[in-house]
């Protein structure tokens, strides 16, 4: 049989946990002051090798990476599958204090995706972000009761049944996996046979397969986390393809309104594997967000019990796609705590003509179009000063508002896009969240990525200090 596929910038590690010695990939050096990465794999014949083959070069000179195969897949098909994702999430998180890396951001596809989410349930501590593409454990069945009854009925059959039966369908391995992206072109032939190779292992079917046992249930899915998403309050990037037909979109958009401090990325003509489908696109958002949180402090541990609080006034992010000679898409997500009411806040931060008086970096403000009534329709002119980079200079339609929770805006000029605006009423205050995504045609600020988004961050904190002296004038 020929030798396991080991991605660029990637080495070979075992990792002892109590079921046996694990096989893992590993990027980076012990001990940098960036946040470590753990990524979690698929199921099915999937890897750490087939699902994050493209991101150990590009990630690993900047922070530890690390990616383990779960028992019954890949480097570790030798060892007995464990089931579901609570006993995969308890195996991980051995190897993680084992390995040292916790909190990490934690990183899952499809059935890794189920598991990340049962690891910041169930071990909090080790988990400072999530990043979800096309995420499995967020539903209470497998499509209508017919099909759930059968895709149920088939993991009651004996394993000298259902193994047999497995081989089978993976003589079809190669095709199969092209059926999990829009455009197979964007799959490295290498990523093909490795999966074909695991596929024809006569181990190979297993470690899906008991997970399947473990999470279907007779009338239902037993691994829906939905009632428990509110509990989840690291900060979450949902990646999902608008393409996907294997798990439905939808069940990301209902876990970006429930999770605390979520956002979602639905990609046109994208598949189920997104990280493969639109390499590109999904390291450019994983950098982004990876340096969102190493630019913030650690969250206190959040409390797992308790009533949900009330669903945030967040819509799930529908992606800009650029088009020719414009970059990849800008993210970027500004959160901000106010000590008054979100009533009072949307009044100032809607006088826009007042944004040089109290915004440093906003030195123009003009008024092209008055809206309506709520504001919308309303089309205003801004010359923004970033710090090292050049002037911005973009014009800001209001297309959809819900006075003071909600609103969406246009962007065009120097950036095209658009920006979402949501408010949360709390004991003592309110919570606002700016969400923009936009892409450029500038070649500078293509070029100087990093530094385009930190100056963002420099302009959205002054604008916050700016807004809290202002409130604190009071009216007038």
């Known amino acids: 049989m020929d030798a396991p596929l080991i991605p660029p910038g990637a080495e070979v590690r075992g990792v002892p946990t109590p079921r046996g010695t694990l096989a893992a990939l590993h990027a980076g050096t012990p001990g940098t002051s960036t946040t470590p990465v753990l990524l979690i794999h698929g199921g099915g014949s999937d890897s750490s090798t087939i699902s994050w083959y493209h991101l150990f070069a590009p990630l690993g000179p900047d922070r530890e990476v690390w990616a383990i195969d779960l028992p019954g897949f890949g480097g570790s098909i030798d060892v007995p599958p464990v089931g579901g994702p609570e006993a995969m999430a308890d195996l991980l998180a051995a190897a993680a204090h084992h390995l040292g890396i916790g909190p990490a951001v934690v990183v899952g596809v499809s059935m890794g995706g189920d598991v990340a989410l049962q690891l910041a349930l169930d071990h909090p501590g080790l988990v400072r972000g999530l990043v979800l593409i096309s995420p499995g454990g967020l539903t209470s069945r497998l499509g209508g009761r017919l099909a759930h009854s059968a895709v149920w009925t088939l993991t009651l059959l004996p394993d000298r049944v259902l193994v047999p039966l497995a081989r089978f369908a993976n003589r079809f391995a190669g095709t199969a996996m092209k059926s999990l992206v829009s455009d197979p072109a964007t799959l490295p032939a290498a990523v093909v046979d490795e999966f074909v190779r695991l596929a024809r292992d006569p181990r190979g079917s297993m470690g899906y ?268």
């Open 209 to 476: 397969g008991r997970y399947n046992q473990a999470t279907v249930g007779r009338r239902g899915m037993r691994n829906d986390k939905t009632p428990l998403l509110h509990r989840i309050g690291v900060p979450t990037l949902l990646f999902h393809g608008q393409a996907d037909r294997a798990v439905n979109p939808e069940h990301s958009r209902r876990a970006a309104q429930r999770l605390p401090d979520a956002r979602l990325v639905e990609v046109p003509d994208c598949g189920h594997w997104g990280q493969l489908d639109r390499p590109d696109l999904f390291l450019d958002l994983l950098q982004d967000f990876l340096g969102e949180i190493d630019g913030t402090p650690a969250p206190a541990p959040r409390e797992r019990s308790g009533p949900a609080p009330s669903a945030p006034d967040t819509a799930p992010h529908t992606h800009v796609t650029p088009g020719p000679g414009e970059s990849a898409p800008f993210h970027l997500t500004t959160r901000w705590w106010l000590a008054q009411p979100a009533a009072r806040v949307w009044e100032v931060f809607t006088d826009v003509e007042q944004w040089p008086q109290w915004w440093p970096g906003v030195e123009e403000a003009v008024i092209l179009t008055r809206g309506d009534e709520l504001g919308v329709g309303t089309a205003i002119a801004l010359r923004v000063h970033r710090p090292v980079l050049p002037d911005l200079r973009l014009q800001l339609t209001l297309t959809r508002a819900q006075p003071p929770h909600r609103a969406h805006a246009e962007v065009t000029g120097d950036l095209r896009g658009h920006g979402d605006w949501s408010a949360v009423d709390e004991a003592a205050g309110c919570r606002i969240e700016l969400v923009w995504c936009v892409v450029t045609r500038s070649r500078l600020t293509r070029l100087l990525r990093r530094p385009s988004g930190w100056a963002h961050r420099r302009v959205m904190d002054r604008g916050l200090a700016g807004l809290r002296a202002r409130l604190a004038a009071g009216p007038g």
